[in-house]
């Protein structure tokens, strides 16, 4: 098992803040276009974020997100990493 740094937790935090700020940059551009485009991506977010939540929820409760805060943290980042991830790359397409 890896130890989970303070620097470590906050390069991470820093980085899913960052990555996170261009999708919902990009998000609000596409549903501010309006149209069926906007309403489907508005959707598909709310649908995504529940979803997250509530996976995030049942990791928590299971213990596999670990047993130290430090730990915690850093799985709950690396879970909203992934899906933060895949929304930039998806969206930067067009």
């Keep these: 098992m890896t ?3 303070p620097w470590g937790l906050a390069w991470q935090a820093w980085a899913l803040g960052m990555e996170a700020g261009w999708v919902i940059a990009m998000r609000s551009m596409k549903i ?6 906007a309403m ?4 598909r ?8 939540a509530l996976t995030l929820q049942s990791m928590a409760v299971s ?3 670990g047993r130290s805060g430090p ?3 850093s799985r709950a980042m690396k879970h909203y ?13 067009g």
Excluded: D, F, I, Y
Aim: glycine residues 10%; proline residues 2%; charged residues 20%.
């Design 3 to 5: 130890t989970v740094t």
């Design 32 to 37: 501010a276009a309006g149209g069926p485009q």
């Design 40 to 43: 489907l991506e508005t959707q």
């Design 45 to 52: 977010m709310v649908a995504e974020k529940t979803a997250s």
């Design 63 to 65: 213990g596999a997100l």
């Design 71 to 73: 730990a915690v943290a």
């Design 81 to 93: 990493s992934g899906k933060v991830r895949a929304n930039r790359r998806r969206l930067s397409k």
